[in-house]
């Protein structure tokens, strides 16, 4: 599908999202350091289509996982970093239609929680909503924007326990976090 060649390492002298900086502190009197980056906070979105009995996922090329495993595609929740001066939700609804060509109202997105991410180096906070979506909602086909290259997955509701304990598939905490979230609200709601 997507060729990756010439790979090469160079150092990040700038970067317009990521600043690394070394945090120098006092913990109970003893003096310690610790290396961070400072990184943009997100949202991500758990997308169910509804007569698909389907969720709506993103396959994206990630080149620190490329280092890692040689492939560098991960499936991912619908997702984006917060780099405007707009609020949350509508970043949501944005990414939404960006990445999976479904346009959705705000009165449908629904806020389920937040968390904070890559805590060890990181600490971005990540804004997490729910929304389900149908044929009608399609506007595109998806993709996201300029060269993203994101591939739209529909991950049947019935598949999504084989999915998430599959090792060999490259999934996001975030993704996992979700599913389980979405299979403990269903139980709630439905006793099933």
């Given at each position: 599908?997507?060729?990756?060649?010439?790979?090469?390492?160079?150092?990040?002298?700038?970067?317009?999202?990521?600043?690394?900086?070394?945090?120098?502190?006092?913990?109970?009197?003893?003096?310690?350091?610790?290396?961070?980056?400072?990184?943009?906070?997100?949202?991500?979105?758990?997308?169910?289509?509804?007569?698909?009995?389907?969720?709506?996922?993103?396959?994206?090329?990630?080149?620190?996982?490329?280092?890692?495993?040689?492939?560098?595609?991960?499936?991912?929740?619908?997702?984006?970093?917060?780099?405007?001066?707009?609020?949350?939700?509508?970043?949501?609804?944005?990414?939404?239609?960006?990445?999976?060509?479904?346009?959705?109202?705000?009165?449908?997105?629904?806020?389920?929680?937040?968390?904070?991410?890559?805590?060890?180096?990181a600490g971005?906070?990540?804004?997490?909503?729910?929304?389900?979506?149908?044929?009608?909602?399609?506007?595109?086909e998806g993709?996201?924007?300029?060269?993203?290259?994101?591939?739209?997955?529909?991950?049947?509701?019935?598949?999504?326990?084989?999915?998430?304990?599959?090792?060999?598939?490259?999934?996001?905490?975030?993704?996992?976090?979700?599913?389980?979230?979405?299979?403990?609200?269903?139980?709630?709601?439905?006793?099933?």
């Amino acid at each position: 599908m997507y060729s990756i060649k010439n790979v090469t390492l160079t150092p990040c002298e700038r970067s317009d999202f990521v600043k690394l900086e070394r945090m120098h502190y006092e913990q109970d009197g003893i003096k310690k350091s610790w290396d961070v980056a400072q990184v943009h906070d997100s949202v991500a979105i758990l997308i169910y289509h509804k007569e698909r009995d389907a969720f709506v996922l993103v396959k994206q090329f990630r080149p620190p996982v490329y280092l890692k495993n040689g492939d560098g595609f991960s499936y991912e929740l619908c997702a984006g970093i917060v780099d405007k001066e707009i609020s949350l939700i509508q970043i949501a609804q944005e990414e939404i239609e960006e990445e999976t060509g479904y346009a959705v109202s705000l009165k449908r997105i629904k806020k389920i929680t937040s968390f904070y991410t890559a805590v060890g180096f990181a600490g971005a906070k990540q804004e997490f909503y729910y929304v389900e979506v149908s044929d009608e909602d399609k506007v595109h086909e998806g993709g996201g924007i300029d060269v993203e290259a994101i591939e739209v997955i529909y991950l049947p509701r019935a598949e999504v326990t084989s999915f998430i304990y599959d090792e060999s598939i490259v999934k996001t905490p975030g993704l996992m976090f979700a599913m389980s979230w979405w299979k403990t609200d269903r139980l709630a709601k439905t006793g099933s």
